[in-house]
């Protein structure tokens, strides 16, 4: 298997933000005693929701990342896919903790962009 050095970098940050975003949930719901839910607390549920947004589209976006970097991608594009993806990252968690929607839409499309162009780098590479 080919080293992917910007993958495994990327990775180990989205490892650690997780471990961040998921003592945040852990926290709030050693503060407010709520095991599973979210009890009727606000906070919490935003802190879950974020954390499990971060879940629902991190894996994907590693996955993409890895398969363009390991078909010979160009440094630029890889960086440039992180970079979307890691600010659309943390636009939207901002929003979603502290209830800006504008934080929240811009996070999505940039999310949304960093996926669709990996997607279109692997087709354009795959044929």
Avoid at 87 to 100: A, D, Y
Wanted: proline share 5%; glycine share 12%; aromatic share 8%.
């Amino acid at each position: 298997m080919p080293a992917l050095p910007i993958t495994s970098l990327v990775t180990a940050l989205v490892a650690i933000v997780l471990v961040a975003l998921s003592l945040y949930v852990s926290f709030r719901r050693i503060k407010v005693q709520v095991q599973t839910g979210y009890g009727g607390d606000d906070p919490l549920r935003r802190r879950a929701r974020a954390q499990g947004n971060f879940i629902e589209y991190a894996p994907i976006f590693l996955l993409l990342l890895a398969l363009n970097e390991a078909g010979g991608a160009a440094t630029p594009l890889l960086w440039t896919l992180s970079g979307l993806f890691g600010l659309g990252r943390l636009f939207h968690v901002t929003g979603m903790l502290r209830n800006v929607l504008p934080l929240i839409a811009g996070g999505t499309m940039l999310n949304h962009t960093s996926l669709l162009l990996g997607a279109g780098a692997l087709l354009v590479t795959a044929f």
